[in-house]
């Protein structure tokens, strides 16, 4: 490996402590993989059917079944965005029905945002006077829009999104339907002999791009807000060090939340905290772990029993080389196949709260039941109580650093803080002291250098040039550890920007939650071009995902790239091995939807072409 693997020294001194016992951690499998392969990189490789794999190079300018490079290319990124949006399905899923269950009474939950609920109502049609009726009535009416066939137009896109996109999607015939079905218009599209087509495997890309903004995503943190409450912005703290070995340590670990507050809720229990204490720890804590935890630390204070998050997903290997984790609770998503040998290592119980998860080595599965929610809190509990008093007494590596932070700025959040409406953020665009607006959502990944390095150097490069960022997903962990949603990064910013960030007392870096908050994201982007009189595609804003990894990151920037928005992604997809498919991503797109993909690992050069295209914009606007 490099001489640093992280950008955030905590990571790279718990990497030693895992090299020096020999054991298995993300950095040296990416290195043990060496040179990757040219056709998979590039899209052309296909083993779909008995007759592959196969490879388009020179000689063989198409696969057997006759595919050329153009519909290869497209229908790998096809089948990639499938896996995306079956992924936020899914939580969104479990979001309705622990809104069914909760409003039947059946969970430890209660509706903490009402107007959250009222909001998803309006959309289903609903008009039940009481609340917990209403929560039912959404939570079975997210269920069946999810399920509109893909030839009737979703009703959460019909509602929510601007007019002027509206027209454009239905003109382009990227309109969708109810999600489900587009994932199975999509899945059998894709198939062998079945769409070989490049164009009409992009259009699918794109309605399931539209149909993950506004018909999965806002329902599903619209959900969450009604039962967990809105993010509103309050410090907090982040990076190992929060872990405290002397404490019993419980991390809820993933990107559904359920488990992670049923837990909160029963570790407050003075009888737990005593329990904890008998086993010889000074108590029992919750601490976040990538997604989850930022779902939990964008809602809740920090308290003797919450404490904050440990970092993205690159991040959770060496938490728990640390010795001081208890349980690893893994619901939905990131949870790292390696992680029972690590476990079983340091000392910690990995205890599955999702179904669909399945890591080698699991100790227990408590998966999440609406209705047994917080029984299972209770069972996860009494392991980790169990297992400190085994692991109090192994080896212990802890970390002492930890970053202080402010997170929680939610749409409603930002509006806040603005007095109620968007009118000073929009006279400090037009004025320029803002020249624009960012959303910085992204994962981490190894590929194109150390953890989290090339995100945070965008994100700096970007303030200095007066650019508001948004972040969101494991990108938002790499700019928290870093410390640049503190008040302190103020200083890291341009003149404009950072007079009016101290005018609000806000960073420069505004945490805005995880991947799934791009619903909430695209909300915010209509708005404000609603309140402009302009299309989306209109607006000084753009997208960059400077280390973005897996399948719910290229749905986003789909999505994106659908709403009309300059979109930057690192590393480069693996588009590159059809000139076609590359012209159309880069240039012909954006005189179709406005949006265009940009390349690029200089942090420089990314935050150069992102300014140009701002200043386009607001030349365009005439500001």
């Known amino acids: 490996m490099p001489e640093t693997m ?338 079983d290592r340091y000392g910690t119980k990995l205890v599955t709260v999702s179904h669909v998860v399945g890591v080698p080595g699991t100790h227990e599965r408590v998966d999440y039941v609406p209705e047994e929610a917080a029984e299972q809190a209770q069972r996860i509990i009494d392991i980790a109580i169990e297992n400190f008093k085994e692991r109090k007494d192994r080896p212990r590596h802890p970390v002492e650093h930890r970053q202080e932070i402010l997170t929680g700025f939610s749409t409603e959040a930002v509006l806040g803080a603005l007095g109620g409406t968007l009118e000073p953020l929009l006279d400090a665009v037009k004025s320029g002291a803002i020249k624009g607006i960012v959303a910085m959502v992204s994962c981490t990944t190894l590929k194109n250098g150390p953890q989290d390095s090339l995100t945070t150097a965008v994100v700096k490069e970007l303030i200095k040039r007066d650019i508001l960022v948004l972040s969101a997903g494991c990108g938002n962990a790499a700019t928290q550890v870093a410390g640049l949603n503190s008040l302190e990064a103020q200083e890291l910013a341009g003149e404009g920007l950072r007079g009016v960030c101290e005018a609000l007392g806000v960073p420069p870096v505004l945490s805005f939650g995880t991947c799934t908050d791009c619903g909430r994201l695209a909300l915010l982007v209509g708005a404000v071009a609603d309140a402009l009189g302009v299309d989306t595609a209109a607006l000084p804003v753009a997208v960059t995902a400077p280390e973005y990894m897996e399948q719910k990151a290229t749905i986003d920037a789909i999505g994106a790239l659908a709403l009309g928005l300059y979109t930057h992604v690192s590393p480069t997809p693996p588009v590159t091995g059809s000139p076609e498919v590359v012209k159309l991503l880069t240039e012909d797109l954006e005189e179709i939807t406005g949006g265009k993909v940009a390349l690029g690992e200089d942090a420089v050069e990314v935050a150069e072409g992102i300014a140009a295209h701002i200043d386009e914009k607001r030349a365009a606007l005439g500001i």
């Not at 009402?114 to 049609?125: H, I, T, Y």
């Not at 570790?267 to 935890?293: C, N």
Request: glycine share 10%; charged share 20%; net charge negative.
């Open 6 to 343: 992280s950008q955030h020294e905590t990571v790279n001194a718990q990497y030693e402590v895992m090299v020096g016992d020999e054991a298995t951690n993300v950095a040296d499998r990416y290195e043990a993989q060496g040179k990757r392969c040219p056709f998979c990189e590039q899209g052309l490789r296909c083993s779909l059917c008995s007759q592959g794999p196969c490879r388009i190079k020179p000689g063989a300018d198409r696969g057997v079944c006759g595919i050329d490079a153009a519909g290869m290319v497209m229908r790998n990124m096809v089948h990639l965005n499938i896996m995306g949006l079956a992924a936020y399905g899914h939580h969104t899923r479990d979001v309705a029905e622990t809104l069914i269950a909760t409003g039947e009474g059946k969970t430890p939950f209660r509706i903490v945002d009402e107007s959250k609920l009222d909001m998803l109502a309006s959309v289903l049609g609903i008009e039940e006077a009481d609340v917990n009726a209403r929560a039912v009535a959404v939570g079975k009416g997210i269920l069946d829009s999810m399920a509109q066939c893909s030839d009737e137009e979703s009703i959460w896109v019909e509602a929510l999104a601007p007019e002027s996109r509206k027209a454009l999607w239905r003109e382009l015939g990227i309109f969708p339907g109810g999600p489900l079905h587009e994932l199975l218009d999509s899945t059998t599209r894709s198939m062998t002999n079945i769409d070989g087509d490049y164009v009409s495997l992009a259009k699918a890309a794109l309605r399931m791009g539209v149909a993950t903004f506004y018909a999965v995503q806002v329902p599903l943190e619209m959900g969450q807000d009604a039962l967990f409450g809105t993010p509103q912005p309050h410090a907090a703290h982040v990076d190992l060090g929060i872990l405290d070995p002397d404490y019993v340590n419980i991390l809820p670990n993933g990107h559904e939340p359920f488990m992670g507050f049923a837990l909160v809720q029963a570790a407050e229990s003075e009888e737990v905290q005593q329990r904890a204490r008998e086993a010889g720890a000074k108590g029992l804590r919750i601490v976040g772990s990538i997604e989850t935890g930022q779902e939990m630390m964008q809602r809740l204070a920090e308290s003797d029993v919450f404490v904050g998050m440990t970092g993205n997903w690159i991040c959770q290997e060496y938490a728990i080389a640390t010795g001081a984790v208890d349980v690893f609770a893994m619901d939905m998503n990131c949870s790292v196949p390696s992680l029972g040998e690590i476990a």
